[in-house]
């Protein structure tokens, strides 16, 4: 029976799990990821905020692994050989007629002084982190930033720095403690958040003034944070809290394999998702450099969905003889939330849509991750 390897628990190995499935009822599928559980990252912008829970957004996987005929191995990946057709694991070798890797990516934390900071993305402990320090807090100042990787413009993860610093501040209104801190944002880019379009980096930037956050440093290289500052090549500020979002590059393990990687770290894949130059090895979501990726074009949970379908469907047809011929389509779609109304931004080829912020948007953001977390229950 063809043996089907997927390594990630993420949006993007999921979706390949779902997709794959669809369309051969047969195959074995394998799929390795350290737990056996799904965190619903987009919700991880809400913990420190107190609207969410660590357990409220993570999905343990038994059932739906059951549903799909998934073999779950809970290990970590370490390498891979053979052109693809041997994964290394912390459990052992494993062998495969066919790859899709979904392990997204790691941050860049050359920054000196990067001790000092917190960052969300990291996952659900450092979201519980923030939380703590926010609430040991009666005053002070808050900075919240984020950074790029200077050999990949789409290696950055901007749009849940802007809802985390927009949701502390709501919260400190509600709690009426508002009026105790200075909040400040700092960024090296000169237009962070400007990928979103013209409209909604002006919209962003917008908001933050009538929020009343100062806009520290822009477009100003970082030299380091100390416990309580963030030094730039022009200067410094003050920070009791330092909470940031750095540029994001490949996993670690593609050291030990000879897949290509971009300047940038990730996984060079051409429009179908195939790995350049390997047999039968495809790459989803935030670990690859795709070939026709437009200058905006996201790393995000939609996009990695996306990949997965085009994945599944070329890893499938190549198993049959078949060249690989599906594409995917590049859209950039959020809601920026404030934790009582959001931003609708949408992005394609063609057009770029912004809806001003409403309770609506807030609410419809919270009623697609629950149905979105639905499907893996
Ligand atoms: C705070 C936050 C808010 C976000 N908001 C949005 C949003 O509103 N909309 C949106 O579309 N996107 C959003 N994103 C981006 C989105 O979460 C990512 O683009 C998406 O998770 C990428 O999917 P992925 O499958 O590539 O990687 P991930 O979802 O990160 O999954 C990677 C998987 O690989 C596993 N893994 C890692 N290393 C190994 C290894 N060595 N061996 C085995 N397994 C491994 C991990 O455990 C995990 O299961 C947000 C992200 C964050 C962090």
Not at 43 to 58: A, E, H
Not at 334 to 341: A, F, G, N, S
Request: with cysteine; glycine share 10%; hydrophobic share 40%.
């Amino acid at each position: 029976m063809t043996k089907i390897t997927i390594i990630g628990s993420g949006f993007g190995g999921l979706s390949a799990v779902r997709e794959v499935r669809k369309r051969d009822k047969k195959c074995e599928i394998t799929l390795i990821s350290p737990r056996a559980d799904f965190i619903y990252s987009p919700s991880l912008i809400w913990i420190p905020t107190g609207l969410r829970t660590g357990k409220q957004i993570t999905v343990p996987l038994q059932k739906f692994f059951k549903r799909m005929k998934v073999e779950h191995v809970a290990a970590e990946v370490s390498g891979l050989k053979d052109c693809g057709r041997m994964v290394e694991t912390s459990a052992g070798e494993i062998a495969n007629d066919g790859l899709i890797i979904a392990s997204g990516s790691r941050f860049l934390k050359k920054l000196p002084g990067f001790e000092h900071a917190l960052t969300l993305c990291e996952g659900v402990k450092a979201a519980e982190q923030i939380k703590a320090r926010l609430e040991a807090m009666d005053g002070g100042s808050i900075a919240f930033g984020f950074s790029g990787n200077p050999n990949d413009p789409l290696a950055v993860r901007g749009g849940p720095m802007f809802e985390l610093m927009f949701g502390v501040e709501t919260m400190l209104r509600r709690h009426k403690k508002r009026q105790n801190f200075d909040l400040k944002f700092f960024s090296p880019a000169p237009k962070p958040g400007i990928r979103l379009g013209e409209k909604a980096y002006n919209g962003l930037l917008k908001k933050i003034g009538q929020k009343g956050i100062e806009v520290a440093s822009l477009g100003v290289k970082l030299e380091r944070f100390e416990a309580d500052k963030v030094v730039t090549q022009e200067g410094e500020f003050t920070a009791d809290l330092i909470l940031f979002m750095p540029g994001m590059t490949g996993p670690g393990w593609l050291d030990n394999s000879e897949l290509p990687r971009s300047k940038g770290g990730m996984i060079e894949a051409d429009e179908t998702t195939r790995v350049k130059g390997f047999e039968k090895v495809y790459v989803v979501g935030d670990s690859g450099n795709y070939a026709n990726a437009p200058d905006w074009g996201p790393k995000q949970a939609h996009m990695a969905d996306l990949q997965a379908a085009a994945a599944a469907a070329n890893l499938l047809g190549e198993l049959k003889g078949k060249a690989s011929k599906e594409t995917f389509k590049w859209e950039l779609i959020c809601i920026v939330d404030t934790l009582d109304t959001g931003i609708m931004v949408f992005r394609n080829e063609k057009r770029k849509t912004l809806l001003p912020a409403t309770k609506l948007m807030h609410w419809s953001k919270r009623a697609f991750e629950w149905n979105y977390m639905r499907q893996y229950r």
